[in-house]
């Protein structure tokens, strides 16, 4: 591997894991600050910050919103439990989806390729922490999605369809739109490391996120999570590896 690209792919690994660490934390402060505003909480900075460990660190796995959702369902307050857990990935994934799209595009008309690459990541956690949510958790018995459904005492059906149908766009939109542009942008000369970056991506969006409910989310997450893994990751690595050459 020449120098260039080993520091480009340190780069990214760089990129990887602080655009996961945003997209992780947004979501996670999202469910706070709503808590707060609702006068469920009294401190929006106040999360679970978990232990002082490697795992921890590295993916922030310990860290949660740190709300008390019992109390408002003992006082009647369901909706407002509902708000509070979909904000998460509806308003904290939703903003950070929006902001590295118009981020993303700013630093690819000035040629800065290195932000470029950054936002294009947080968009990648951004999409994929949507299909985490709806509809691979959307059927579970716990969690966020779980308390979304009881909040407004509705189908689960009714999340899949409601936030499925446009999140499903708005991956559709990346894979399909901005993964190819970027993978042309931000390695055109180099059809090798824009397959890399293409396959990282997929599996980011489909394997990584979308196999999330592979365990602790019953039967349905479990299906859901293994038609993402062994059937879109794949047909969806293929078609994405076809667009920039239709497009070169």
């Keep these: 591997m020449r120098p260039k690209s080993a520091l480009i792919w340190l780069l990214a690994i760089f ?16 469910h706070s600050f709503i808590a707060w505003f ?5 401190n929006p900075l106040a999360l679970d910050y978990g232990r002082t460990n490697l795992e921890n660190f590295l993916f922030l796995s310990d860290i949660d ?12 307050r369901n909706h407002v439990a509902a708000l509070i857990a979909v904000a998460g990935v509806l308003i904290g994934n939703g903003l950070s989806y929006l902001a590295s799209r118009l981020l993303y595009e700013r630093a690819s008309s000035q040629y800065q390729r290195r932000w470029a690459m950054f936002y294009f990541w947080i968009g990648v956690m951004s999409v994929g922490n949507f299909l985490s949510y709806v ?14 459904v009881r909040g407004l005492q509705v189908s689960p059906w009714v999340i899949a369809l409601g936030l499925g149908i446009p999140f499903a766009l708005a991956i559709w939109h990346f894979l399909a739109r ?54 879109l990751f794949p047909i969806a690595t293929i078609l994405c590896l076809q667009a920039p050459k239709r497009s070169a």
Aim: aromatic content about 18%.
């Design 65 to 76: 919103e740190n709300v008390d959702y019992a109390p408002l369902f003992a006082e009647g």
């Design 38 to 42: 609702c006068h469920a909480k009294a």
């Design 15 to 30: 990129q990887l894991w602080l655009a996961h660490a945003i997209g992780y934390m947004v979501h996670e402060y999202a």
């Design 135 to 148: 509809p691979v958790r959307t059927f579970a018995s716990h969690a966020d999605m779980f308390t979304v």
């Design 178 to 231: 901005i993964l190819p542009q970027a993978a042309s942008f931000l390695f055109g000369t180099e059809p090798v490391l824009q397959g890399v970056f293409i396959l990282m991506t997929t599996y980011f969006v489909f394997v990584f996120f979308g196999g999330a409910g592979i365990k602790n989310y019953g039967n349905a997450g479990y299906w859901i999570s293994a038609c993402c893994v062994y059937l």
